[in-house]
């Protein structure tokens, strides 16, 4: 038996699926194409399959990871292959490797947000989003299982870039994520339409997970 | 690819992913190549529609037509539709994305009368006129099948083909002689009237209705000799060579019946006599164990579903249940597939049949008795005794089954106040079997389930005659069965009665309901299936708008020399088989099933199926 790590993609048009969702999709997936992957020995035998971190639904994923185990003898290619041809528009398999860190060690993410304005000039945004992102502190509200607590979003940003062209503000941001310090972008985003008072349109791509180290994941 | 347009609103909406498409085995075609486009609609919302298998039959069939293209669209649950609206997106074929607006055919499957808004809703906002007389062309050919076509009449001012009866075969056919009028010229009229000639199909607008003064019909008449005075269903009458599908569209996000389904007979052979299902679709044919095995395995394979389950109107009653599970046991447990069986009866519960059914989940058991009292069972003639139940009960609960569900009905004919208490007796012993000697789980309680809903007679059925209980009647009857009960163990659903009134009216609805309907649907009326949605008062005021008394359709008596709004329509069962059975109701006096004897229902005229194999 060995363990897997599948990376993937989650675009297109299951990003609107939830992290259950895919869940269910993946289990099926693999269940489908026959990959000797280990079963759970419980009443209702299932593939044993475990996430990285779950995105929030219509993020697009660029790196998301997924880890199996192997039973039988098979070669990575195979397994990308096969379960290539069991997903829906927007997963795909983009490589399968040997694991190196702990799902455990995830501590940061590269978002890629593109803002697009409905009824508000480009430069406007961006202007007002420099400008939030420039404060000490950057109160949001975050719903937690214990009910909903302000915090400030700045400590969790590691690093940011914005930039404009005519269609809409480009941010690069590099936020805290993983299981001891998590936060989603949307919160900051929600700020800034609610600054704006204008109908935003937010394109979001998670597009690498790194350890503590700023190492990138694998 | 989604439009810029539709990926800005998707983030506003409950469940976007109802709305996008491109699910394993959703199938997309080169526009270029296709001749015929055809919408499958089903007026409900994505995860209810995407777990009716007939939807699934005829999407993979009309899809393996090289120039047809059939896409699949769902009701937009209202927050979807408000987007929609607000943003101008008309709806839309979750395979292409194109607008259906301008598609050849607009297919609708009436399942239930609750979703008759939900048809004309989808027709609004796709921006098709929604009355047949205003669609001029040789496109946007609205049609509809499924159980309540068999009394279409409701929805006779919007469709333009009803098929009546089982639609593998000629849903085909019509669209080859569309393909030859559209290569002709030949206009929306000659194709329509070509098309009433075949066999199942039903084209409203040549018959004229004449109405007595009381309001019931006065006459039924086609308009032009050319067309059929009745309109007798067609049926597929070999099974095993019936068309199913060899894979199904998988959803990504989870819906109402997420797994592999494979029917294993049409039809039913008990004739209870409030089921419209078991006198429709007779007589009853079951499909061999090889087909439905060769079947169960193209789909898991194709589907990566790893539950199986084999649908029909009572599964127990396949005739060759446990060889069937044998075969199925081969491959399945080396897959780790499971195999289920809903609808099973009272009586088709047994050791040998768990010990096959590994993988019946200890979570609940559900029958269905219907009725409290045996007299009440008779009437029915459902043919379930009391000892029945408590020894399935009794066996079920030896078995380590804690929780179970029975399902009943009030507002029967000839129902007393006794019957109605019956059915929380009934619960009762079954609640005192579980602590018999014996049959109790150490340190588990044990939950009784009651569900009620309220009757509503059909079409098609000894009680077509019959007048449903008054609203007033059916809370009074659901307020006795609450104070007769005694028991913590029991719980007590009900549905509500004002749904059922309104099922009931358009259930046996005629013509004049159609403007009701299209008043309904001006004024935002939609979903009604859902509580959310529902509203009496709203569709009260709409009735009186239209001058019409919904009392009339459901709470009247009908005389047996009536014509009903449905005579023309022919399902092989005989009025006079439906009167004999309704007499013998009021008699108490029960009816054998098919498999003892045959009660010539009529049904033989198919020259096929239980009715020609030995007793």
């Known amino acids: ?218 | 690819m989604l439009g810029k347009k539709l990926e800005k609103i998707l983030l506003k909406v409950q469940k976007p992913a109802r709305y996008v498409g491109g699910e394993i085995n959703s199938v997309v075609k080169n526009i270029d190549e296709i001749n015929v486009r055809f919408a499958f609609c089903f007026p409900d919302v994505y995860e209810v529609g995407m777990s009716h298998l007939g939807m699934k039959i005829l999407y993979s069939q009309l899809n393996e037509e090289h120039d047809v293209w059939c896409e699949r669209v769902f009701a937009p649950w209202p927050d979807m539709e408000e987007q929609m609206r607000n943003n101008n997106i008309e709806l839309y074929g979750l395979e292409s994305g194109n607008s259906i607006k301008n598609f050849d055919f607009i297919g609708f499957t009436l399942q239930y009368e609750l979703s008759f808004t939900n048809v004309l809703n989808m027709l609004e906002l796709a921006g098709i006129p929604i009355l047949s007389s205003d669609r001029k062309e040789l496109n946007q050919i609205v049609v509809a099948g499924g159980p309540c076509v068999c009394n279409p009449e409701p929805m006779a001012d919007f469709i333009d083909i009803f098929f009546i009866g089982e639609g593998e075969e000629v849903d085909l056919e019509v669209i080859n002689l569309y393909k030859k009028c559209k290569k002709n010229n030949e206009s929306r009229e000659e194709f329509l009237l070509q098309a009433s000639k075949i066999e199942g199909v039903y084209v409203p607008k040549f018959y004229d209705v004449d109405y007595n003064d009381d309001g019931t019909i006065k006459s039924f008449k086609a308009k032009n000799l050319d067309v059929p005075s009745k309109i007798k269903k067609r049926i597929m009458i070999d099974m095993n060579k019936s068309y199913f599908p060899k894979s199904f569209v998988v959803p990504s996000i989870g819906i109402v019946h997420d797994r592999a389904v494979a029917e294993i007979f049409r039809g039913c052979t008990r004739g209870c006599r409030f089921c419209q299902a078991g006198f429709i679709y007779r007589p009853n044919r079951e499909k061999s164990i090889e087909t439905i095995n060769e079947q169960c395995k193209n789909l898991c394979e194709s589907t990566g579903y790893d539950e199986i389950s084999l649908s029909s109107l009572s599964s127990s009653d396949y005739s060759k249940l446990y060889d069937l599970l044998d075969k199925l046991k081969c491959w399945t447990e080396n897959e780790m597939t499971s195999v289920s069986l809903p609808s099973l009866r009272v009586d088709g519960f047994s050791d040998e049949l768990t010990s096959r059914l590994k993988s019946i989940r200890k979570g609940g058991l559900t029958f269905a008795p219907e009725a409290g009292t045996q007299r009440m069972r008779d009437v029915i003639n459902k043919n379930v005794t009391e000892e029945e139940l408590i020894k399935t009960c009794e066996f079920a609960f030896k078995g380590g089954w804690t929780s179970i569900k029975l399902y009943f009905m009030i507002g029967l004919p000839t129902e007393t106040m006794d019957d109605v208490k019956g059915i929380v007796e009934l619960g009762q012993k079954v609640v005192n079997t579980y602590y018999k000697d014996g049959n109790k789980t150490k340190g588990k309680s044990v939950n009784v389930t009651i569900g009620v809903s309220s009757f509503v007679p059909k079409p098609f059925t000894p009680f077509q005659w019959e007048p449903q209980d008054k609203i007033e009647v059916l809370k009074e009857k659901q307020k006795t069965m609450i104070d007769n009960l005694k028991s913590k163990k029991i719980k007590l659903n009900w549905h509500d009665a004002e749904t059922s009134f309104l099922e009931a009216v358009f259930a046996r609805g005629d013509r004049k309901l159609c403007k009701v309907l299209k008043l309904a649907q001006e004024n935002g009326i939609k979903f009604d299936g859902w509580s959310d949605y529902f509203s009496f008062e709203k569709w009260m005021s709409i009735f009186e708008e239209c001058g019409i008394n919904p009392e009339f359709y459901a709470n009247r008596r009908r005389n047996l020399e009536e014509i009903l709004p449905w005579d023309h329509i022919d399902y092989g069962i005989s009025k006079s088989f439906l009167e004999r059975e309704y007499l013998l109701s009021c008699k108490n006096q029960t009816t054998p099933n098919c498999k003892e004897k045959c009660s010539n229902c009529g049904a033989a005229c198919f020259k096929g199926g239980i009715c020609f194999e030995k007793r």
């Open chain 1, 1 to 218: 038996m060995r363990n897997v790590r599948v990376k993937f993609t989650k675009d297109g048009k299951s990003r609107y699926i939830s992290h259950l969702d895919l869940n269910r999709c993946m289990l099926r997936a693999v269940h489908k194409s026959k990959i000797p992957v280990w079963y759970t020995e419980g009443f209702n035998p299932h593939p044993f399959i475990t996430f990285a971190l779950p995105l929030s639904l219509g993020v697009r994923g660029k790196c998301e990871f997924m880890d199996m185990k192997i039973v039988e003898e098979i070669s990575n290619d195979d397994i990308k292959y096969k379960l290539n041809e069991c997903l829906p528009d927007g997963i795909n398999i983009v490589n399968i490797n040997e694991p190196i860190m702990k799902l455990s060690d995830i501590c940061y993410a590269d978002f890629n947000i593109r803002i697009y304005g409905n009824n508000i000039d480009t430069n406007k945004i961006f202007e007002e989003l420099n400008e939030l992102l420039n404060k000490k502190e950057i109160i949001v509200e975050k719903k937690t299982k214990s009910g909903i607590k302000n915090i400030n979003f700045k400590e969790y940003i590691n690093r940011y870039n914005v930039l404009t062209n005519d269609d809409y503000v480009n941010l690069d941001i590099t936020l805290c994520a993983g299981n001891n310090s998590n936060v989603n972008p949307n919160l900051l985003l929600n700020l800034l339409i609610d600054t704006v008072k204008d109908d935003l349109y937010t394109d979001i791509s998670r597009i690498k997970l790194y350890d503590k180290d700023m190492l990138e994941f694998e």
